[in-house]
């Protein structure tokens, strides 16, 4: 091993330094320039292992397996735009039956999930209250029957009664003509004065006036017993017509299924006090469903009946169009329901949640790659080609896309590689080899 001169000169002249110092008292200026000479080497030490670590890292990021990443290729096929939802499965058809008087549930036969054909009982309601309403309204109705009867037999007497006056006044009025014709004899043959048949006349006439009264009292009392007995009537008719629909709400306590189906929910609680109209059980036809879906506000806009959607439960995707579009907006979201091509499914179940994608674009024979986390930026961006052995880093111009899919609209030809997946690690560099393991 050869020893360098120059170090053997530098290992004696600091020796000597050193012992003459030790013979000597140091200056201040010394002391503090011995300090900084003690922290100086730990600090390039450290500096040193920094930007080996650097240095090694880099070393490391120029080089990465390509089973690391998601590599897909840039082929033709149709590309859609899409405004994705959250949606939830529902029954095409359910019809809730509600309370149809305010009473205590008495007892429950069926559950949810339990299957029904129309006509099975389900729960059974009190009918004490209800049935003693109804007797009540009964003898009610039959005591005003017995009145109009009888306001009936009134009205045609008082009828019959006024018609005899009449008659009666029309005797009265031929007899005073002939009294008056009388006195016109008795006064040509001098047996009778001016006066009497004077008298006689006014007699006449004022007879004459009684029977219009009694024609005009008689033609009164036929037309007001007329629009009476309507009146009565159809106050008994309004009072029959709550006796029979109090009668089918007495009916109703007993409550059976409408239809065929599946309960998907009932009131359950025994004992507990219901009002009139509050639901008491859910049945639905299981065999036809829609989507209930809901997106932001901000897509309310993009949304119209009609537009194409693809609603996807699981790894099951199914085609629809949207059916109905609520106009009220609730916690900034809009609500709408999608009318499945197929929506007798046999795998949909009620509640089940779906993703709903409603096709806004279309575009077709189109260059397009898979979709993934390299893509998550501008329609102009940076992404890593697969060239061989290496990635290179290019810029490329996207255009539509959806979950699955986005266009490639420039600096890309068909067939061409690229890195789909999350590549921030190495978004430094221009290029990086791939290793295969």
Known sequence: MVINLWHIHWFICVNIEIDTKMDRKLT??????????????????????????????????????????????????????TVSAAGIVIPAFEREINAPV?????????????????????????????????????????????????????????????DYQDKIKALQVDELKAEVNDQKRLLNIGGGTAEELEQAELKLKVAGLEKKMLENELQYKRSVNVNEKKGLELEYTIQEKRLKELQRKLQET???????????????????????????VRIADLGRYVIEATSSDRNSDKLSIGLPVNVRIGNKNLDGSISRILPAVQNNTVKFFVELDKNESEFLRPNMRAEVFIITDKKENVLRIKNGAAFRGANTQEVFFVEGNKAVKRKLKKGISNSDYVEILSNANLGDKIIISETNDYKHLDAFILLDK
Do not use: C
């Not at 320039?33 to 450290?46: E, H």
């Open 28 to 81: 201040s200026k010394e002391q503090s320039k011995g300090k900084y000479k003690k922290w100086t080497y730990p600090i390039l030490a450290v500096m040193v292992l920094i930007i080996g670590i650097y240095g090694f890292r880099a070393l490391l990021a120029s080089k990465a397996n390509s089973s690391d990443f998601f590599i897909a290729s840039i082929e033709k096929g149709e590309v859609t735009h």
């Open 102 to 162: 305010a009473t205590e549930i008495k007892s429950v036969t069926l559950s949810t999930g339990a299957t029904v054909t129309k006509g099975d009982l389900i729960l059974e309601l009190d009918q004490e209250y209800t049935r003693l309403e109804y007797e009540q309204l009964k003898d009610e109705l039959d005591l005003r029957k017995n009145n109009i009867e009888k306001l009936k037999l009134q009205f045609d007497k008082d009828l019959r009664d006024l």
């Open 254 to 280: 007993s409550v059976r299924s409408p239809q065929s189906g599946v309960i998907t929910w009932i009131n359950e609680d025994i004992g507990r006090t219901v009002t009139a109209g509050e639901t008491l």
